[in-house]
T-cell receptor, first 115, second 112 residues
Framework: DSGVTQTPKHLITATGQRVTLRCSPR?????VYWYQQSLDQGLQFLIQ???????AKGNILERFSAQQFPDLHSELNLSSLELGDSALYFC??????????????FGNGTRLTVT | GIQVEQSPPDLILQEGANSTLRCNFS?????LQWFHQNPWGQLINLFY???GTKQNGRLSATTVATERYSLLYISSSQTTDSGVYFC??????????????FGKGTRLSVIA
């Protein structure tokens, strides 16, 4: 058990809908990262938060947004969903503001299916 | 951006065999980590190893940063070793707080 908790485990929704994925980092970790894993694109970095502030941004679509709350849990919001958004969404956490000198620990992921 | 190439893409082993997985990267790195994604999709951090050698049970890893590659050794493989092994790096030129870039992985199948 990595200590990173993601909910829900599975999500099935229709095109055009909006969903929220939730992540609780390991105790003591200040950084939260979101990654998307699809069959054709592999593991793609979306966004990182450190202690409530956005720290780095990757290939995140404008339809997607995220935030980290004062208790350090994070939410990833996906809106106007398309079939191509179907993927496994991972949250990871680390102690420091970047992965440098700080191993990354992943949650079990949320499998999103858009029909 | 930095490129990460892993080889081989697929590997099938008989239980008990040894294997070596390779990760090549295109730039100097500050950070290199190896992960195992098991058949249930869980991603497990195996090693944080920007340079040098580390061992953890039947697994060991070596990173030669000056030559831009890392190797993951699996000895006496077991069926539970099956899954995808990812190498992920952070480029040295980055000012910090940038994400790990993942390779496409090596898919390992260990047969009893």
């Amino acid at each position: 058990d990595s200590g990173v908790t993601q909910t829900p485990k599975h999500l099935i929704t229709a095109t055009g809908q909006r969903v929220t994925l939730r992540c609780s980092p390991r105790s003591g970790d200040l950084s939260v990262y979101w990654y998307q894993q699809s069959l054709d694109q592999g593991l793609q970095f979306l966004i990182q938060y450190y202690n409530g502030e956005e720290r780095a941004k990757g290939n995140i679509l404008e339809r997607f947004s995220a935030q980290q709350f004062p208790d350090l849990h994070s939410e990833l919001n996906l809106s106007s969903l398309e079939l191509g958004d179907s993927a496994l969404y991972f949250c990871a956490s680390s102690v420091l503001g970047g992965p440098r000198n700080s191993p990354l620990h992943f949650g079990n992921g949320t499998r999103l299916t858009v029909t | 951006g930095i490129q990460v190439e892993q080889s081989p893409p697929d590997l099938i082993l008989q239980e008990g065999a040894n294997s070596t997985l390779r990760c090549n990267f295109s730039d100097s790195v500050n950070n290199l980590q190896w992960f195992h994604q098991n058949p249930w999709g869980q991603l497990i951090n195996l090693f944080y190893i920007p340079s040098g050698t580390k061992q953890n049970g039947r697994l060991s890893a070596t990173t030669v940063a000056t030559e831009r590659y890392s190797l993951l050794y699996i000895s006496s493989s077991q069926t539970t070793d099956s899954g995808v092994y990812f190498c992920a790096v952070e480029a040295h030129w980055n000012s910090g707080n940038t994400p790990l870039v993942f390779g496409k992985g090596t898919r390992l199948s260990v047969i009893a």
